[in-house]
């Protein structure tokens, strides 16, 4: 992460907590504001990253050693835009980001990227909003980007297994006796338990899921 003369120490504390929230640790700061109680305020539990933040003088030497330089921008492109690529929102860029070293590269609160830092990145990502007001706050913009790529790293789940056909079969069988217990007249029978039915099916539930209301099915049953 590299921040490019931000001006808010509130933003330069609130980034670091943001990197510690979604596991990334290097920040470099480039001729940053003065950095003191605010910041550490806002870093809260990310201290360990403003604490070992390095400061340098020139973007050039906080970049040096990366593979890939990704720049930030809240241009849409055209004229005025760097000759590169469209930007990429946040989402494709955790998808199309190759291996390596990557600096992820913002500008300050007030201008953001000049143009000649964009012309030195190897891929511009811009957040998509309200194109009236489509300026983030930095730290904002921060949090958002650092999502994106937090969910390529982290956002693998494992998933549960699906109800299997014997227990949806079950699992309907109870249901309409259930419903011809509770309703007498066979239109309220068949409403009452498609509707149940469609429930089960747009649900998608799982194997624990399906026995615990089979579980509190035979339970009415006997009850009944």
């Known amino acids: ?66 593979d890939h330089i990704v720049g930030t921008t809240g241009k849409k492109g055209g004229h005025n835009t760097p000759k590169r690529k469209a930007p990429l929102t946040p989402e494709q860029l955790a998808e199309t980001l190759p291996p ?61 297994k699906p109800l299997t056909r014997k227990m949806r079969a079950q699992l309907d069988q109870y249901t309409r006796e259930i419903v011809k217990e509770v309703y007498e007249q066979p239109h309220q029978q068949r409403a009452i338990g498609t509707t149940l039915l469609r429930i089960y099916g747009k649900s998608m539930l799982t194997e624990q899921e399906g026995r615990r209301i089979i579980s509190f099915y035979r339970k009415i049953m006997r009850k009944l």
Not at 3 to 29: K, T
Not at 107 to 129: K, M, S, W
């Open 1 to 66: 992460m590299v921040l490019l003369n931000p001006q808010e120490e509130g933003n330069v504390g609130s980034i670091a907590r943001a990197m510690r929230n979604f596991g990334f640790s290097e920040l470099y700061l480039v001729n940053p504001c003065k950095l003191g109680g605010v910041a550490r305020a806002f870093a809260s539990h990310g201290m360990t990253v403003l604490e070992k933040a390095k400061t340098v003088g020139t973007f050039e030497q906080a970049v040096k050693g990366c």
């Open 100 to 160: 390596g070293k990557v600096a992820l590269v913002f500008g300050n609160e007030a201008y953001g990227l000049l143009n000649e830092v964009l012309e030195q990145t190897d891929f511009a990502v811009r957040i998509p909003a309200n194109p009236e007001y489509p300026i983030l706050n930095l730290a904002q913009s921060v949090c958002v980007i650092l999502y994106e790529l937090a969910k390529k790293r982290f956002g693998k789940t494992v998933r549960e």
